[in-house]
DNA sequence: TTGATAGGCAAGCCATGACTTGCCTATAGT
DNA sequence: ACTATAGGCAAGTCATGGCTTGCCTATCAA
């Protein structure tokens, strides 16, 4: 679970894929290729990015759905909030819950 | 930068090398060997914990520091914060800054 | 129905990275 | 001085992972 989630973040293209998904959350994968083509320099074929964006799904940090023919992928930061929550601050032991 | 950040990342067992530096800060090599050892099972070399420590360390999340034959290992979650900075969460749009 | 578009599956190639082994350096104790 | 301890360097092995290629399925438009 936590394996599935750094080995995502590990990858370059995988990383900026999630830039691109904060700039604008619902593309498809072919929106995504071009991105990466166009704004990225990066020459990866599309058949690359699918595979990319299955890692990213599968470490929660990806959520797709599907409409058509469509399939429209959003970024879910939820994850990496186990990444500080692991190792917290050691100036800052915890972050504070407000009791009612 | 945030290569090396994400690289050291994506191996389990430097994970957990900085969980036991969470437990006990200004460990020796050989100490974090054994923990390895006992606590988790992990049956690797003190050379392999040494290459680990090294892209810890390459990585910013490592301070190291020589006294005579003994060097000390630090943990340091600086380089944790620019990941949540880098993908916020969509609710809390920019963490804020307070003027003074 | 045919063609075009959006995406998926599977096998194969190749480079990166984790790990070991062997040997070397430096500090501390007797 | 000699020995043990703590650590470093370098080469070599082997598996994982990123990427491509080729082919297949599904939806929409004409």
């Keep these: 679970m936590a394996d599935e989630l750094f080995r995502a ?3 370059r293209t995988r990383r900026i894929i999630l830039d ?3 700039q ?3 593309q498809t994968l072919f929106e995504i290729c071009s991105r990466l083509s166009m704004k990225h320099r990066l020459a990866i074929s599309r058949q690359g ?3 990319h964006l299955a890692v990213l799904e599968a470490a929660g940090l990806v959520r797709s759905r599907r409409e058509g023919r469509y399939k429209y ?3 879910n930061t939820a994850p990496l909030r186990h990444i500080t929550e692991r190792w917290p601050a050691p100036d800052a032991p915890e972050p504070e819950e407000k009791t009612p």
Aim: net charge negative; glycine share 6%; charged share 25%.
């Design 9 to 11: 973040l590990s990858d």
């Design 20 to 22: 691109e998904l904060v």
């Design 73 to 75: 992928h959003d970024l």
């Design 24 to 26: 604008k959350s619902g």
């Design 49 to 51: 990015v699918s595979q």
